[in-house]
């Protein structure tokens, strides 16, 4: 079955640059996600990656994507005090294409000041 | 474009009492998905409707778990005889569909606590 997993906290200090990991088990998906959850919160969308790219960069945020190792990485740079949340990535899994989305358990980031 | 609600923000029952959760999409977005969010753990998907047909649910989702969308936009998720284990954020989502992306938006959740 699909599977997702990450790290689950990483701490930075403020200004430093965070790099959050996943890997994931299904390679046939066509995109991977990265979602933002604050305390109590529901799930912001990030960012997302389509598979035939290797690099995707939106502001702060750069996704690394390595198909062949089936890993994706999040990059903050210059992270903030409201960078800190729960980060999940996810891709779609299912017979059809836009299914649900599986999820990693989460990276807790920690950004002291 | 007002993004994907979800009504009440909170609910307190007592086991064995019913629940229903209410979640509006994105206005025209004709996916709609539930998914369940324990402590710790990422969401896990429960269902699945593209406009008012349920085409996929969960092994999660047991015989006391009801979804409808009976108009192709609305959602309601209903819980019957709730048990401590039910105990959860309920997340709904939306995505417009194959033709205008697969991309799924969240809602802020319905946080569910049951004594």
């Known amino acids: 079955g699909e599977d997702v997993e990450q790290s689950l906290f990483l701490s930075v200090r403020e200004g430093d640059s965070s790099v959050i990991n996943c890997t994931y088990t299904?390679?046939?998906?066509?995109?991977l996600y990265w979602y933002k959850q604050e305390p109590g919160a529901g799930l912001q969308l990030l960012t997302y990656?389509?598979?035939?790219?290797d690099m995707k960069q939106d502001q702060r945020l750069t996704v690394l994507l390595n198909k062949k190792d089936k890993h994706l990485s999040l990059r903050i740079a210059d992270t903030q005090t409201g960078d800190s949340a729960i980060y999940f990535c996810?891709?779609?899994?299912?017979?059809?294409?836009?299914?649900?989305?599986?999820f990693g358990a989460g990276t807790i980031l920690r950004v002291k000041s | 474009d007002t993004g994907v609600s979800q009504n009440p923000r909170h609910k307190i029952t007592k086991r064995g009492q019913n629940v229903t959760f209410r979640c509006d999409p994105i206005s025209e977005h004709n996916r709609l998905y539930w998914y369940r969010q324990t402590l710790g753990q990422g969401p896990e998907f429960l269902t699945y409707?593209?406009?008012?047909?349920?085409?996929?649910k969960s092994r999660l989702l047991s015989d006391r778990f009801s979804a409808e969308r009976p108009k192709g936009s609305f959602s309601t998720l209903e819980i019957q005889r709730t048990e401590q284990g039910d105990s959860a954020m309920y997340l709904c989502a939306s995505s417009a569909g194959l033709a205008g992306g697969e991309t799924q938006y969240f809602g802020p959740g319905t946080r569910l606590l049951v004594l």
């Open positions: 996810a891709f779609p899994a299912g017979r059809e294409y836009g299914n649900k989305l599986v």
């Open positions: 299904d390679s046939s998906s066509t995109y």
């Open positions: 990656i389509f598979s035939n790219m």
């Open positions: 409707f593209q406009n008012e047909a349920q085409l996929e």
